[in-house]
């Protein structure tokens, strides 16, 4: 499996609060990704990152920031959270290899916003 | 970034060939056609991924006729741990700066 981590695996936080989650790579993978995942809604893209301190939104970012200070950790931040932001979070990452590009997912983020 | 469709479910019985089509009308001439497949609390997975006529490997077939319009990935004789979510994404594998796009993928249910 693809050396890709997140912390923390849960968490319970209150609205209103910040939350950050993170993402760690030990595979030297260009791009990473975050992805929230709620029924109904199959996986939609918050952020993602193509190198060191080059990221862009994608189709759910707005209450999400993100920071890449270095290739392995790729931030995900909820200013102030909000109980529309409870969802489970996936952070990915890919790099093309000359004949295709695989992502490789973390094992998920469960987040509840109360 | 082309859009897919794909059926919402589908349900098999154990040892039988399973065939997922997804539609992309509009898929560009540098796209790549991927799937991945998805468990209960768990995040997808990479399954296949192909540009013209057919791929295979140890897990599956993905068939792709020459407009590429359209594709099919089969799984051969599938066993009741394959029931999990498929996903078909089309968009250019080649450059992380266009992120594919998942959709709400197809629910594969295995009978025993």
């Known amino acids: 499996d693809a050396g890709i981590t997140q912390s923390p695996r849960h968490k319970v936080t209150e609205t209103g609060t910040p939350v950050t989650l993170r993402c760690h790579q030990t595979e030297n993978h260009r791009y990473m990704y975050w992805y929230r995942q709620d029924p109904g809604h199959g996986l939609r893209l918050i952020h993602y990152s193509y190198g060191v301190k080059d990221t862009d939104k994608g189709e759910v970012s707005d209450g999400y920031s993100v920071s890449r200070s270095k290739t392995e950790d790729f931030l995900l931040t909820l200013e102030s959270a909000t109980s529309s932001q409870t969802s489970v979070y996936f952070c990915?990452?890919?790099?093309?290899?000359?004949?295709?590009?695989?992502?490789?997912f973390g094992p998920g983020t469960r987040l509840t916003v109360l | 970034l082309a859009k897919t469709t794909q059926p919402i479910s589908m349900d098999s019985y154990e040892g039988q060939e399973v065939n997922i089509t997804c539609s992309h009308n509009?898929?560009?001439?540098?796209?790549?056609i991927t799937w991945y497949q998805q468990f209960p609390s768990q995040g997808p997975r990479f399954i296949i991924q192909?540009?013209?006529t057919k791929v295979t490997n140890e897990v599956a077939s993905l068939f792709i006729p020459a407009d590429r319009k359209s594709s099919t990935l089969s799984l051969p004789r599938v066993s009741l741990s394959d029931t999990a979510v498929y996903y078909c994404?089309?968009?250019?594998?080649?450059?992380?700066?266009?992120?594919?796009?998942f959709g709400k993928g197809t629910r594969l249910s295995v009978i025993a």
């Open positions: 509009n898929i560009a001439t540098n796209d790549y």
């Open positions: 994404l089309v968009g250019d594998a080649s450059s992380g700066n266009t992120p594919l796009v």
């Open positions: 990915a990452i890919s790099d093309w290899t000359g004949l295709y590009n695989e992502q490789f």
């Open positions: 192909g540009y013209k």
